[in-house]
């Protein structure tokens, strides 16, 4: 394309070049800030609403929640200040005065959410309590990148207020699956499951769970977390419920997240030289109808050819047609390309003699990508073709993960493994050995996978009996 930064040379500047050329998103005048462009939002919409549909249906209701925190509240809960304090945004003057108490700029809502829960529970008979909010966040990162870390982002997280441990761990695992089926069955990319090490969980959580994605340069992504925020928050905030024999007792908390750094990873996960790749469940455009004809006679029969053809799809198949005439049709394969549609379709003159049309798929360049088919079988052979698609890009993720896991035996192999993508090691779960490989390697610990290789080995660092093995890699 000459536009776009080749992977291999830079990969950093080809994220940033597709961001760029695909219209995604811009930067703003506030340091660490983007602007969402339509096209870019347009992906963040798709990932809303996939993973709103799934949270209400485990029964969560959204709600909104106010964006500025009492700063009492932050210090409410010692581990939670002490984690967010370094990243907070602090309001001091409102309305050109001091104010009495300085507001924080909503980093994560526990304390809030909290604060109201109070409020709302009384009784046993009020749990379990499930509510998800959608909104932005500000934390002040030093280093940002767009999508991945910025000074603000959107995300929707999720709090719920239950009677025993045992319900809030077991919500705590249940939404970690809800988060594993977006990532593969829209997303379409591979996650590991894992528990977060004691130095790497959310801060005032009682055990904090992760998924963690590999992207195309073999560095990990945490993509979303579920914690079991215990009755931390509950004895911070004093939410109390009257149980069935009518004792007074501190109910047990979780929350989760997920964030627009998604976007980032499915632009990493799937893209290529020539720009973006969408799976066809997140793409805003799945389908972009080309019309090429020379003269005035063709042009109006392929393009009410063309018009058929999307009337045939919609409104099953997000689908346009790109008749602009001041672009040549093979400007317009290489800008929707760039732009990552799954699937385009190209109707000619001959096409439209022969009541056919051309399928090229976005994953497959080339002709291995290219079929005729039959206008009167074009829907059922776009919805075959978008689930074919849909599919491979997972298959194809999931080989990139399964050649870049490595089951390193000596600590001179982990650091080999880690500059390659994952390593899968044992670990005798102390946080001077993990402190250790940080230092050395600048990996860390993504997690302690859920499932395990059964039995027990030797930790990678010094040597002292394991009963788990960790992932660790290098890591956005």
């Known amino acids: ?116 829960y109070a409020q709302w529970i009384q009784s046993y008979r009020d749990l379990p309590l499930r509510i998800n909010q959608w909104c932005n966040v500000v934390r002040w990162e030093k280093r940002t990148r767009p999508f991945l870390r910025t000074l603000e982002f959107l995300w929707q997280e999720a709090h719920s207020v239950f009677a025993t441990y045992e319900e809030a761990e077991e919500e705590a695992l249940r939404v970690l699956d809800l988060y594993t089926d977006f990532a593969v ?83 990493m996960v799937h893209g290529d030289d020539r720009g973006l790749i969408l799976p066809p469940r997140l793409a805003p455009i799945q389908v972009i109808i080309v019309p090429i004809w020379k003269g005035e006679e063709e042009r109006s029969r392929v393009l009410e050819a063309c018009e058929q053809a999307r009337r045939m799809l919609q409104p099953e198949i997000r689908v346009e047609v790109d008749a602009r005439e001041e672009y040549t ?17 190209e109707i000619g003159p001959r096409d439209v003699t022969e009541r056919q049309a051309v399928l090229a798929r976005r994953d497959q360049p080339g002709p291995q990508g290219k079929r005729t088919v039959p206008m009167d079988g074009l829907r059922e052979a776009v919805q075959e073709t978008l689930s074919a698609i849909q599919a491979d890009l997972y298959q194809r993720a999931l080989a990139f993960q399964k050649a870049h896991t490595h089951y390193p035996e000596t600590y001179e192999q982990l650091r080999e493994a880690v500059a390659d993508g994952f390593a899968w090691a044992w670990w005798c779960g102390s946080a001077e ?26 930790c990678i660092v010094c040597g002292a009996p394991a009963r788990e093995m960790a992932v660790f890699a290098r890591a956005y």
């Open 329 to 345: 049709p093979g400007w317009k394969f290489n800008e929707w390309e760039l732009r990552g549609v799954p699937l385009r379709i």
């Open 185 to 267: 069955e829209d997303a379409a990319i591979p996650v590991i499951q894992g528990r977060k090490s004691e130095s790497e969980k959310f801060a005032g959580a009682l055990r904090s769970y992760t998924i963690e994605a590999m992207m195309g340069d073999g560095r990990a992504l945490q993509s979303a977390t579920s914690h079991n925020l215990g009755q931390n928050f509950s004895r911070a905030f004093e939410i109390r419920y009257l149980d069935a024999q009518n004792q007074m007792q501190y109910a047990w908390t979780t929350s989760h997240g997920l964030s627009t750094r998604v976007v980032g990873a499915v632009i």
């Open 1 to 116: 394309m000459g536009r776009i930064t080749p992977r291999h040379e830079d990969y950093s500047q080809w994220y940033l070049d597709v961001i760029r050329e695909a219209q995604l998103a811009d930067y703003a005048p506030v340091r660490g800030c983007i602007v969402f462009r339509p096209y870019g939002y347009a992906i963040w919409e798709n990932i809303q609403a996939a993973v709103d549909r799934r949270f209400k249906a485990h029964g969560y209701r959204n709600a909104y929640f106010p964006l500025f925190i009492p700063y009492s509240f932050i210090q409410k809960e010692k581990e939670h200040v002490s984690g967010f304090s370094p990243e907070l945004a602090v309001v001091t003057i409102g309305g050109g005065e001091t104010l009495e108490e300085p507001l924080v700029v909503r980093p994560t809502s526990e304390t809030i959410i909290g604060y109201m």
């Open 433 to 458: 050995c993990e402190g250790r490989i940080k230092a050395d390697t600048t990996a860390t610990n993504r997690c302690i996978p859920l499932e395990q290789p059964g039995g027990q080995g030797r």
